[in-house]
């Protein structure tokens, strides 16, 4: 690890957990949520995050199938309509700078999702992306989470 950012500021780490409590607070389904940080995780290479929400995510019950095919959730018929949506806005979020935030995938969030849950599933983004940061540039060593 380059830096103990959960020592050197802890601050910073209270700010960002509160971030998630509210996230987890909302009426969002934690496997979604799952899925979402994920997905994130994958488009970012954070082996750290992929490692535990994996665990997490089978904590939940999720299926070893869909998680192993996440990264081509477009292609896979066993995600719902609600899922293609959060991985979609995801996907657009994450890759901000090439995406630009579609209306076309906006307006499929929220079909799907009321305003409420658009927001926390947008700061449920913004978290998971912030967290991937930590974890790749400051290098969190990988393998020795375990699922609570």
């Known amino acids: 690890m380059r ?4 020592r050197v500021f802890p601050e910073a780490m209270r700010a960002m957990a509160g971030l998630e409590e509210a996230v987890h607070e909302s009426s969002l389904e934690p496997e979604l949520l799952e899925l979402v940080k994920m997905r994130a995780s994958q488009l970012n290479g954070c082996a750290y995050c992929l490692d535990m929400h994996s665990k997490d995510a089978r904590a ?3 299926s070893e199938q869909r998680l192993y095919v996440l990264n081509a959730w477009r ?3 066993f995600y719902s ?3 293609r949506a959060a991985l979609a806005w995801c996907e657009a979020l994450t890759l901000l700078p090439e ?3 579609p209306d076309d ?8 999702f009321g305003e409420e849950q658009v927001v926390a599933l947008t700061l449920a983004i913004v978290a998971i992306n912030g967290w ?15 699922s609570p």
Do not use: I, W
Request: hydrophobic residues 40%; glycine residues 8%; without cysteine.
């Open 3 to 6: 830096v103990d950012f959960r």
């Open 60 to 62: 939940r019950g999720e």
């Open 75 to 77: 292609e896979a018929p």
């Open 81 to 83: 309509e609600r899922e």
């Open 99 to 101: 995406t630009a935030a």
């Open 105 to 112: 995938v906006y307006e499929q969030v929220a079909a799907e």
């Open 132 to 146: 991937n940061r930590f974890a790749v540039g400051l290098r969190s060593p990988v393998g020795h989470y375990v």
